[in-house]
């Protein structure tokens, strides 16, 4: 994004973890890539309650600690600050979005502020960011979450025209699953398919996904896997949900 002023050193709160478009560590595969087969969990038994049933108390206290609970998607946002060292361009984008001064803007102030530098986004990408980068559906955005949209947004359209070689504007299957190793995701060649028929704007016909739609496509495998994550510690490509947990983390990407 020429004219994009750059993130700036240590960017981020408390110790910042890499950032979001990193290629992974040195000898770490990207998530969800195929394990050895020695390294398989072994398979949960089939649950014998009705589907979405609460489990039943475990007997004399024991058994595995419960689940942690879900967020309320729908929880209000918390106000927040421009991180320290914030380029002034950004702030000033921010400020001219946010009228009414209250520190937050919403989903069509950040779609306008977004256009202010040749970023055009659908309405759902639009909450897809928001959701992404405040964890709630209630369609606002604060300073530090609207820094972290700007810089990763600057990121990812630079894997975007890395990967289209031939400045089509558009990406075809294998660049996209370039693209996304890049980014830490390894997806399979069903889940890739799928990928490129859902964001291909032709509907599948061209197997090629424009800028737009490859943002949209990001936030979709970057959401999905970090809630998987969030049950996966160990990062053994396997986790368990109980109902409730499963609706609330699909929802909010089918919903935005």
Not at 83 to 94: I, L
Not at 110 to 124: D, E, G, I, V
Not at 155 to 183: M, Q, T, Y
């Amino acid at each position: 994004m020429a004219g994009h002023p750059n993130a700036p050193p240590n960017y981020g709160y408390g110790a910042p973890p890499p950032p979001y478009g990193a290629s992974p560590a040195y000898g770490q595969q990207p998530y969800g890539a195929p394990q050895h087969p020695a390294d398989k969990p072994a398979k949960d038994k089939p649950p014998k309650d009705p589907y979405g049933a609460a489990p039943p108390p475990a007997a004399g206290g024991g058994g595995y600690p419960p689940a942690p609970g879900y967020g309320n998607p729908f929880a209000a946002l918390m106000p927040s600050q421009f991180p320290p060292g914030t380029d002034p361009s950004v702030v000033a984008c921010f400020q001219m979005a946010d009228q009414d001064g209250s520190g937050l803007i919403d989903d069509t102030e950040l779609q306008r502020a977004l256009s202010t530098y040749n970023q055009s986004f659908s309405m759902r990408t639009v909450h897809l960011l928001m959701y992404l980068f405040t964890n709630t559906n209630a369609r606002k955005i604060g300073p530090k979450e609207f820094t972290q949209v700007f810089y990763s947004l600057q990121n990812w359209r630079g894997i975007f025209e890395r990967f289209d070689r031939d400045r089509s504007g558009k990406i075809d299957a294998n660049e996209l699953r370039e693209a996304l190793l890049s980014l830490g995701f390894s997806v399979s060649p069903v889940v890739l398919d799928l990928l490129v028929s859902k964001f291909d704007k032709s509907g599948g016909k061209n197997r090629a996904i424009e800028y737009d739609n490859f943002i949209e496509c990001c936030l979709t495998v970057k959401g999905l896997t970090e809630k998987f994550k969030e049950r996966d510690p160990m990062y053994s490509g396997s986790a368990t949900f109980n109902y409730e947990g499963f609706m609330l983390t699909v929802l909010p990407f089918l919903i935005a």
